[in-house]
């Protein structure tokens, strides 16, 4: 699977963004996805993912209530999108398929297999 992120940008504190994820080579549908970020000088962090058949959402604390992950199967899609951003929320963001199909809950790097080149976001004023 190969996946292509796009969507990232500049805006203000406070802004929206939407990133999406396309993925071509085979269908993802029966996998987890997910979207991670690394902002300089840190280290890679879990953003949000959403479980195999889209009906369970997981997310970081940070990005709880302003950050809403989904999928669009038929169009083999994924997507972040993002509200009331913040300085910190600058990162590049990846989006990511898991290794393993069927599965619901999957949060740590090492569990997701196939990855895309990224997208920066950044937030200032």
């Known amino acids: 699977v190969q996946l292509a992120e796009s969507g990232g940008g500049l805006v203000q504190p406070g802004g929206s963004l939407r990133l999406s994820c396309a993925a071509s080579?085979?269908?993802?549908?029966?996998?987890?996805m997910g979207w991670f970020r690394q902002a300089p000088g840190k280290e890679r962090e879990f953003v949000a993912s959403i479980s195999w058949s889209g009906s369970t959402e997981y997310y970081a604390d940070s990005v709880k209530g302003r950050f809403t992950i989904s999928r669009d199967k038929a169009k083999n899609m994924l997507y972040l999108q993002m509200i009331s951003l913040k300085p910190e929320d600058t990162a590049v963001y990846y989006c990511a398929a898991d290794k393993t199909g069927f599965r619901v809950v999957v949060t740590t790097e090492d569990d997701f297999g196939s990855w895309g080149q990224g997208t920066q976001v950044t937030v200032t004023s």
């Open positions: 080579g085979r269908s993802f549908s029966s996998y987890a």
